[in-house]
């Protein structure tokens, strides 16, 4: 049979992926899809793609059942869909559970956002191992016997024999007729990256704030993990002091401490320097904060930090200021200060609402770097 | 497809299996189109259920999308179709491979049942029984335009023309009607001037004249004729309920756009008997397969199973009304009562409940009788004509609405005539409004004016909405519909790209 459903479904998918597109910002903004990530997609609840028709207002229409209860008693289990089996009109907001896979996800947000690919930095160390069927081999084992070969190298040897019988063309296969198929493992140098996320979790980032580094997290690793093969992620936590947790703590925690940054920059110095040879790593450290700081002294700290250790081995540092009501954003624009808007690998965005997510996003994947 | 490919022909136990059911419906009496079974696996049902069942359609992106639910339910364990046939001759029925051996046998009689139906039901004898061949030429066609046309405007078309596939008339071609003849223009400006002396009677003496024809009584003429010439100039003469033939003659619709609809429109007639026997048919099959199964094909080690796969066929969810659990009760009640001779003057006349309880005249009609009821009813007669008291009572049918103040679906009433009226509202016209081609030039000026014929339920506003805007891009002009708003009539209307609205 000649189904033409594959085409059909791909055609569905491209017009999916355009609304999403069309409504990425929605998504972004309500970060709903984050809840529903699996290992390699996402499912995106979209709102039914339905061609309108004339058709009864929903819910005006009632219909017949049937089962015990008395007039007035609630019609059980959740809504009827229709009154009838064929009663074409069927109310309710179904919502079509989409999915799609990280990495179409990172092409809608690449195209939307007009995203540039990343030119990775340094040498392409790392190696990374696929095999490939592609020899056939006079041993292996029994499930990767090639039937074909084997019969052919039979056939062949009892013809040479001349146990070979037209008329009754049995062939035996013995031990050396067997053949396998085999594999050449292929060694590809790869770019890998780590990604450092920091955050700021004293008392004055609250509940939204930490939606909104979630939210934009989820998006630059989408990103990233579409831009190289190996990605790892390393989660810091800070007040006056830092350390590192793992991705679900890192998005709940709620310290209540004042602030020392240099801690998280002390930390993120430490793990690179005992984890990622910079010669071997694509590194993007992010920090995310409202702001504040304990002193002016640990923010010259921090710029030292940053200057010294920090920047010389990172693709790109970004610091994303989120606005809190207690934050007083004067790292922000102590950062601006000593590095200028323009530094190469510096940069800062200011995030003042879930709306302002998406150009954040852009601020910091943007440059390609 | 028919041949292309081996393995999906019956395997040699259920060939045997097939010929044995086969025997056992033609000594019931069935007579079904010969059918061809054949054996699939559940992406490939899933992909014939999204194509409505037709291995060629022309591409479009919502049989997709229903492949996409269907093969999502089915790996969520949600749903899964057991089999499907098609309203052919010979019919095309597929059976998954995965069934259990009961299941295919229960199958098998249910699919011979439903193709004894397609062959003999009056409300089928119009369908076209070779629409796997229509349906692939469909195809090619479309395909065809696609590459001439482009995918994106071909199928962009064909969205707008399945915003409006369901304004057919599923009982037009019952009705012998003439194909009406087309109309050059409908825009006429020299109809439009009246004739410069209307209804004068003539007269050899000019001074008779202002007596014979007195000036009020010319104003007079003057205004019947020019109502007459502007009745008369209304297309359709009157409200005319199958839109999409009204707009395959009028809309000025390039050739290909044109070819398109009548597609459309094709398919939709198709498939229309299908929805208004969806009670009947299903019921029918699931009556044939339980006499078939109990009484023939079962043996003792299967009896549990079908009964537990049976008793899910047929249950009913509250709020739900399920067209095999209906079907099937309503024809044993039918024949039942002509068995026992139920009905009838003397019947309907007697008072006592205890009599009429033990009724039994031993007529034995009963199966000659729903014999008959399959040959000539849809479920709207079947409803209609056969739906008891008793039946209500004993299924425990009742009404539901919804009730704003808890915001939720409640009882309404278990009284069999409103049982009755709302599953026969529910089935006139598919549960849909009704909706007719009122004016293809309205107020001369080329627009569209459609009718809403109000039943007391309103349109949903905002689906109105987006029909109309997509009936405008097939008309090209203004189109407006006629319907009713809490007891008020009103024009909704789409005009240059905005909608605007005004009671009437």
Redesign the interface.
Known sequence: MIYNIKRDHSRFRQIVKGKIKQDLKKYVTHGEMIGRKGKDTVTIPLPQIEIPRFRFGEKEQGGVGQGDGKPGDPVGQGEPKEGQGQAGSSPGEHSLDVDLTLQELAEILGEQLELPKIEPRGHRTLKSKTERYSGIASQGPNSLRHFKRTFKEALKRQIASGTYNPDRPVIVPVKKDMRFRSWKSDVRHENNAVVIYMMDVSGSMGDEQKEIVRTEAFWIDTWLRSQYKGIETRYIIHDASAREVDEDTFFKTRESGGTLISSAYKLCQKLIETEYPPSDWNIYPFHFSDGDNWSGEDTRVCMDILEKDLLPVSNVFCYGQVESRYGSGQFYKDLKEHFGTEHDSVILSKIENKEGILQSIKDFLGKGR | ?RG??SD?ALPADLEKIREEIRRHVAQYGLDPFEVIF?M?DSD?IN??A??GGF???Y???????D???LS?GYEWGLQKIYEMVINTSPSYAYLMKSNSLVDQKTVMAHVYAHADFFKNNYWFSMTNRKMLDTMANH?VKIRNFMDRHGQDTV?NFI?RC??????IDPYLPFSGAKKRTAVSSLMDPQQEQLPAEPGRFKTERSYMDSFINPKEFLDEQKKRMAEKIKKSKTVPAEPQKDVLSFLLEYAPLEQWQHEVLSVIRDEAYYFAPQ?QT??MNEGWASYWHSKIMTERVLDDSEVIDFCDHNAGVLA????????Y?IGVELYRDIEDRWNRGKFGKEYDECDDLMTKAKWDRGLGLGRKKIFEVRRVCN?VTFIDEFMTEEFCER????????NRR?N???????DTKK?KE??LF??TN????Q?FVKDGNYQNKGELLLW?KFEG?????K??R??LR?LAEIWKRTVS?ETEVEGQKKLLSFIDGEFSEKFL
Request: avoid cysteine; aromatic fraction near 10%.
């Open positions: 497809m292309s490919y999906s054949e699939v490939q992909s014939l999204a194509l291995p060629v359609r591409p479009h992106w919502r049989f997709g999308m492949y996409d639910q999502k195809a199928e969205d399945l915003t409006i596939e369901n304004l929805a969806k009670i009913m969810q509250p709020g739900r009304l399920n067209p659990k479920d299924l425990k049918l009742y009404t539901y609405a919804f808890t939720q679906y409640e009882i309404a009433d278990r049982v709302k599953l529910q089935l598919m549960g849909q409004p909706i809403h339920l309103d349109l949903d506003s689906w109105a987006e029909t997509s519909i």
